[in-house]
């Protein structure tokens, strides 16, 4: 196999030497390697003519599809960059990061014209938009993709190139664009060989949202090995299931709550799981009940995967062995397993000073620092926050609480920054409660994550009314979800006269979420 050091060389190398193999599977379409290499190429000519270049973004909006990879190799091969924007945001969050990424060109799909026409004026730096299976009120992607030569542009990119952006939501209310170099991709697609078994001859299920670490990079693993990728554009359990039998799936990436899904379809168990070698979980933890389920009906490895957006996804991994049912260390299933090759992890005093860190006893908690050749190069236009979260000597303050016990596997405990994981999607409670307070009935508010069944848990408002004022539970809920993500919003609002406070003012979030999760063993569903 040719040399692949950079992204934009997975298209250059398969594109020859695996010309006529399957690379992207879509419903009824197929395309082999030599066509999704002319395709990109061509959309290479596309960007460029439109004034794209070295290291300029390019915005994506749409839900998974064979165009989001023709746009993501096509930049490659400009040495440009790919935003997936996240789909289910809501129009002033769209507009916030094309404006804040300086996106040059914005690729939309047809179902997202309404906010496209919402926010096609507000756009600061776009030149050019194209829109998917276009209605003619904007130019159409494939008619312009059509027009254009498909020769290859022969930009190289370095290892320090920005190959994906990638925003992660913003503790600090404005989402941050994650910069994820070359290297930084390369410190996992060798591993995930050796790791998860990924081969040139894997059918790969890319069922996550591309506009995440756990969809675009897991979907780019496989790549990096000539897998061929089945892409299922929105998560329908009972084609899932179908799909697998069909494709001759073998590998895939999930959050728990599909594979929640997938078991509750009806005669689920008697599917054909036959081709299936690997399945890899993360985003959020797995109950014993569905991960006992899981190994008995899909008879597959099971991988654990932890990581974050800027970790360029997994660096701590609980492997299969670990997943065996009658294990004598089955309480291992409730850690995510132990550090990547490359990687280190270490657990500071969260009260220890920024200049001198303690690093905390076996058993110890407190919050998960991870240093390895996947951290990021920053977040993009922010450096406060990059030198925020990167210490100098390379060490990632993940936000997360946890502890490693004796046998160095990692146990996750709690959140410092109260953030709540609902359905494998990130919420921060300050984005939400910044919404909130612009409502005239709330004279303050705390949001905390709650257990829920099915998302593992879900945004609750404990909302103090302003002397006088009338409002609703559902008025509540209906204001923030013109505003943001129905993701974020909260699903229950409960009332209070005060709001528990230290002597520095902060809301007490640990006691307000402690008779929601009582009896739990950990707050974090």
């Known amino acids: 196999m040719g040399n692949i050091n950079t992204v934009s060389d997975i298209i250059r190398v398969h594109g020859v030497e695996r010309a006529d193999r399957t690379a992207l599977v879509q419903g009824e379409r197929r395309l082999t390697w030599a066509e999704l290499y002319a395709r990109a190429r061509q959309m290479a000519n596309l960007l460029a003519a439109n004034g794209v270049g070295p290291q300029d973004r390019v915005a994506f909006l749409d839900k998974n599809g064979i165009e989001h990879f023709e746009v993501f190799y096509g930049a490659a091969l400009l040495n440009a ?3 997936d924007v996240n789909w289910r945001l809501a129009a002033p969050e769209v507009e916030y990061i094309v404006n804040d990424a300086q996106s040059k060109v914005f690729v939309v799909g047809r179902e997202f014209v309404p906010i496209l026409d919402a926010i096609a004026a507000n756009l600061t730096t776009v030149t050019k938009i194209l829109v998917i299976d276009g209605d003619g009120s904007y130019a159409d992607y494939e008619t312009e993709l059509a027009a254009q030569p498909d020769t290859d542009p022969g930009i190289a990119s370095t290892s320090a190139d920005v190959a994906f952006q990638l925003y992660s939501s913003g503790t600090t209310g404005r989402p941050k664009g994650v910069m994820l170099a070359n290297a930084n991709f390369f410190g996992l697609l060798p591993l995930a060989k050796e790791i998860w078994e990924l081969s040139p001859e894997s059918v790969n299920l890319v069922a996550m949202p591309l506009f995440h670490i756990g969809g675009g990079g897991w979907a780019v693993a496989g790549q990096y090995e000539g897998a061929t990728s089945i892409i299922l554009r929105e998560l ?8 697998i039998g069909e494709e001759r799936i073998t590998h895939g990436f999930v959050v728990p709550a599909v594979l929640q899904f997938v078991l509750m379809v009806p005669g689920a168990a008697e599917a054909d799981y036959s081709s299936l070698q690997v399945l890899v979980y993360g985003a959020s933890p797995i109950s014993e009940d569905v991960l006992a389920n899981s190994v008995k009906v899909f008879k597959c490895k099971f991988w654990q995967a932890y990581g974050l957006t800027e970790t360029t996804g997994a660096v701590v991994n ?3 062995a670990d997943h065996a049912l009658d294990s004598p260390n089955r309480h291992r ?5 132990v550090p990547g090759p490359g990687v280190e992890v270490r657990i500071v005093d969260i009260d220890s000073a920024d200049d001198d860190p303690r690093t905390c006893e076996t058993g110890e908690v407190g919050e998960i620092w991870i240093r390895s050749p996947q951290v990021m190069k920053g977040y993009w236009n922010m450096p406060e926050e990059t030198e925020k979260a990167i210490t100098a000597d390379g060490w990632f303050k993940s936000g997360d609480v946890g502890y490693l016990d004796a046998d160095g596997y990692l146990y996750i405990h709690d959140r410092v920054k109260d953030m709540i994981v609902s359905g494998g999607e990130n919420v921060y409670p300050a984005e939400v409660e910044n919404v909130l307070m612009g409502h005239p009935a709330i004279a303050d508010v705390a949001v ?3 257990p829920h069944e099915k998302w593992g848990e879900t945004a609750k408002a404990v909302v103090v009314k302003k ?6 539970e559902q008025e509540i809920i209906d204001y923030a979800r013109e505003r943001l993500a129905r993701f974020k919003c909260p699903t229950t ?3 209070a006269d005060v709001l528990p406070r230290n002597p520095s003012g902060k809301i007490l979030k640990k006691d307000l979420r402690a008779p929601f999760w009582e009896g739990r063993s950990r707050n974090v569903n």
């Open 81 to 83: 960059v790919c935003v």
């Open 236 to 243: 329908d359990p009972a084609g899932l299931i179908r799909l």
């Open 318 to 320: 609980l492997p299969p």
């Open 333 to 337: 299933l409730r850690s995510c397993g």
């Open 448 to 450: 905390i994550g709650v």
């Open 467 to 472: 002397p006088g004022a009338e409002v609703t």
């Open 493 to 495: 609002v409960d009332w």
